[in-house]
C-alpha cells in the first residue's frame, strides 16, 4: 500500500481530476498525437512557439490519473521554457523514471519529481511517459502519430 | 480426482461440484502476488492449468516424444497415436460428424486468418461483401480486412445495442447477394454476451452466405455442437479452456476444406513433390504444413478431458452463480456502472468507475493480489460503441469462488479510499 501512496501522491490525484491546460488550441504551431495501445490512452499536445520559446501548451484527451496527471504537469512546467531547455527536461524526465536509482538528485525537476515513484510499476512507466514522447515528436516534427509500443 | 466424483453421464450431471478441490488441482492458485493470496480474474485472456494437463504434456515429453507421421519407429507412432487420437478428442468435444474436420492450428487467430485466406482469398471477389458484428475481437476483424483489401471486397460491421447484444434485424438486414462470409463470436469477450449463434447462423445460411464461429470464448462455458449450430468454420482456442497456449482447432465443414487452398506449404502437408507439380495430402494434413505442436495437442487432449469429467452444464451452473453475485455485489455499488447486459450473458462482468480511469483501478487492485484486465480487450469497436476508452473486466472460471468476489469488492474499496 505504500508503494501505492507513493505512485497516488495528492498532486498526481489532483491533477488527475483537475488537469491544468486542458484544452485545444487553435493557433497552435505544432501538435501531435500519443496513443497508449495497452490502455487506450489517447492525448494530443499543443504547442505555441515564440521564436524559440514555449509560448503556450496545451492538452486533450482521455487518459488514466497517471498520463493525464503527467501531461497536465508538463503544461505547467514548460511554459516560458526554450527549446533546449524543454529537451533537457524531457531527457531528465525519461530517465528519472526508466534508468534513474532513487538516490538521484532530481531535486531541479521540480514537481516532475512527484513521478519517480512510477518507477516501481513498469507497467505504468508507459503511461507516465506519453505526454513527454508526444512533446518530444511535436518539438522535432515527427508526423506519425507516437505510441508507446 | 475422478475416483470420488459422481458417474458421469454425459453432461446430466446433478450434485454440485466441489470448487476447493478443483482449485487443489490449480498450484498457481496457491500462490501469492505482492503479498497477497492470487485472486485470477482475467480468465477470459488466458484459464490457468490443471495437473492432468501439465502432467500430461511431461509425460508425453519424457517418454513418447518424437516426429508424427515421418516414423516407422515405435517413438512416432506413439506421438502419431496421441496426435490424431486427441483429433478424434476434438471432434467429438464440438459434435463434428468427421475427424478429418478437424485442424489443429495455433488458436483461434490462426484459424481465422486461414479461412480468410484461404477460403476468403478464393471465393472472395471485387465488391463482395464479409459481414461481422461490432462485438468482435480484434482477431475477427483484422483478417478479414486483410482479405477484403487484397480482394476488392468490404467488410461490414453488424450493429450491437446498449445492452451489448447484436441487433438481429440489422443483421438480417447487412445479408446480401454480396455476402459471401458472416463471422462472429459465440461469446463476446469484451462483454460476456452470448449471441444466439444458431439464430444467426440460420439466418446468414439462408442467404447464401458460409458461416464462421469464433469459438475462443465458448467451449470452456457452455457445450458446442457445430452441428445443432450449423456453422461452416467453428475456431477452438486451447489456451482459454485449461490447455496451453499456442495450440487450439479449427473445425470446417469437409466439403468446403476439401476445396480449399492450402494455407502454408512444407512437409507434412503434401503426397508427392516434384519441382513441375506437387500433390497435396488430403484434409486435415492439408492446412497443418510443418512439425505441429504435438505437446500442446496432447496438453489440448487433457484439458478437454477436465472439462469433460467437470461437466459442462456443472461448471456453467457454478459459472452463472459467480456472475449474478458479481453482478449483485459489484454492480450494486454506487460507483459503479456495468458495460455488457446482455439478458444470455457468460461469466463475464465489464464495468466502469465513474471518474476513476480503468488502468488506475488495475494498478490498485493488482496491489491487492488481483489480477483483472484493465484495457480495451481486443475489441476497440465494442469501447468505441459504448464511448468509452477502456473497461475493467473480472472473468471467472470454474475455479473461482464468491470469496473472490469479496475480495474484488474490498479492493474496488480501496481504489474509492484512493481516489474517492
Ligand atoms: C472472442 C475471442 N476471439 C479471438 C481471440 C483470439 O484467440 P487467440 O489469442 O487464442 O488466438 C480471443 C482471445 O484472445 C477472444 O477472446
Not at chain 1, 21 to 27: Q, R
Amino acid at each position: 500500500m505504500s508503494e501505492l501512496r507513493e505512485l497516488y501522491q495528492e498532486l498526481v490525484l489532483d491533477h488527475g481530476k483537475h488537469p491544468r491546460n486542458f484544452h485545444g488550441m487553435e493557433d497552435a504551431d505544432r501538435q501531435s498525437v500519443g496513443y497508449n495501445p495497452l490502455c487506450g490512452d489517447k492525448l494530443t499536445l499543443y504547442l505555441k512557439l515564440e521564436g524559440d520559446t514555449v509560448k503556450d501548451v496545451s492538452f486533450q484527451g482521455a487518459g488514466c490519473a497517471i498520463s493525464t496527471a503527467s501531461a497536465s504537469l508538463l503544461t505547467e512546467t514548460l511554459k516560458g521554457r526554450t527549446r533546449a531547455e524543454v529537451d533537457q527536461v524531457i531527457r531528465e524526465f525519461i530517465h528519472m523514471l526508466t534508468e534513474g536509482s532513487p538516490d538521484d538528485d532530481v531535486e531541479h525537476l521540480g514537481k516532475l519529481v512527484v513521478f519517480q515513484g512510477v518507477r516501481e510499476f513498469p507497467v505504468r512507466v508507459k503511461c507516465a511517459t506519453l505526454a513527454w514522447r508526444t512533446l518530444e515528436a511535436a518539438l522535432h516534427g515527427q508526423d506519425e502519430p507516437v505510441t508507446t509500443e | 480426482m475422478q475416483a470420488d466424483q459422481p458417474t458421469m453421464d454425459h453432461g446430466v450431471e446433478t450434485t454440485p461440484l466441489d470448487i476447493a478441490r478443483i482449485r487443489r488441482e490449480f498450484p498457481i492458485l496457491r500462490r501469492k502476488v505482492h503479498g497477497k493470496p492470487l485472486v485470477y480474474l482475467d480468465n477470459a485472456a488466458t484459464t490457468q492449468r490443471p495437473h492432468d494437463v501439465v502432467e500430461g504434456i511431461a509425460r508425453y515429453s519424457f517418454r513418447d516424444n518424437a516426429n508424427v507421421h515421418r516414423g516407422v519407429h515405435e517413438l512416432s507412432q506413439t506421438a502419431t497415436a496421441h496426435y490424431e487420437g486427441v483429433r478424434e478428442k476434438v471432434r467429438d468435444f464440438v459434435g463434428a460428424e468427421k475427424t478429418e474436420e478437424i485442424v489443429y492450428v495455433r488458436g483461434t487467430t490462426e484459424a481465422i486468418n486461414l479461412v480468410a485466406a484461404s477460403y476468403g482469398g478464393r471465393h472472395l471477389n471485387e465488391g463482395d461483401e464479409v459481414l461481422v458484428t461490432q462485438l468482435e475481437h480484434h482477431s475477427n476483424i483484422v483478417p478479414w480486412q486483410l482479405i477484403c483489401e487484397s480482394r476488392g471486397a468490404k467488410l461490414v460491421a453488424a450493429p450491437i445495442n446498449d445492452d451489448g447484444e447484436v441487433i438481429l434485424d440489422e443483421f438480417e438486414r447487412l445479408i446480401g447477394p454480396k455476402t459471401k462470409i458472416v463471422a462472429f463470436s459465440h461469446i463476446s469477450n469484451a462483454l460476456g454476451t452470448i449471441n444466439p449463434v444458431e439464430r444467426m447462423t440460420e439466418i446468414a445460411k439462408s442467404r447464401g452466405a458460409v458461416v464462421l464461429v469464433d469459438g475462443a470464448q465458448a467451449t470452456a462455458h457452455t457445450k458446442v455442437d457445430v452441428r445443432k449450430i450449423g456453422c461452416d468454420f467453428y475456431t477452438v482456442s486451447a489456451h482459454k479452456m485449461y490447455g496451453p497456449m499456442g495450440i487450439g482447432a479449427l473445425y470446417g465443414r469437409k466439403e468446403l476444406l476439401d476445396a480449399m487452398p492450402p494455407y502454408q506449404g512444407g512437409g507434412d502437408m503434401i503426397r508427392m513433390v516434384s519441382f513441375e507439380k506437387t500433390l497435396y495430402s488430403s484434409v486435415p494434413h492439408k492446412f497443418e504444413a510443418g512439425t505441429p505442436n504435438v505437446e500442446g495437442v496432447v496438453g489440448l487432449g487433457s484439458a478437454i478431458d477436465f472439462i469433460t469429467s467437470l461437466g459442462l452444464d456443472r461448471m456453467a451452473e457454478h459459472e452463472h452463480d459467480l456472475l449474478a453475485y458479481a453482478t449483485e455485489v459489484i454492480g450494486g455499488r454506487p460507483e459503479v456502472r456495468i458495460v455488457g447486459t446482455a439478458r444470455e450473458k457468460a461469466s463475464i462482468l465489464s464495468f466502469l468507475i465513474d471518474g476513476v480511469h480503468p488502468h488506475d483501478i488495475g494498478t490498485i487492485l493488482d496491489g491487492e493480489g488481483i489480477a483483472i484486465r484493465a484495457g480495451h480487450h481486443c475489441a476497440q469497436p465494442v469501447m468505441d460503441r459504448f464511448g468509452v476508452p477502456a473497461t475493467i473486466r473480472a472473468s471467472f472460471a470454474v475455479y473461482n469462488t464468491r470469496e473472490e468476489v469479496d475480495a474484488l469488492a474490498r479492493g474496488l474499496d480501496k481504489v474509492m479510499e484512493i481516489f474517492g
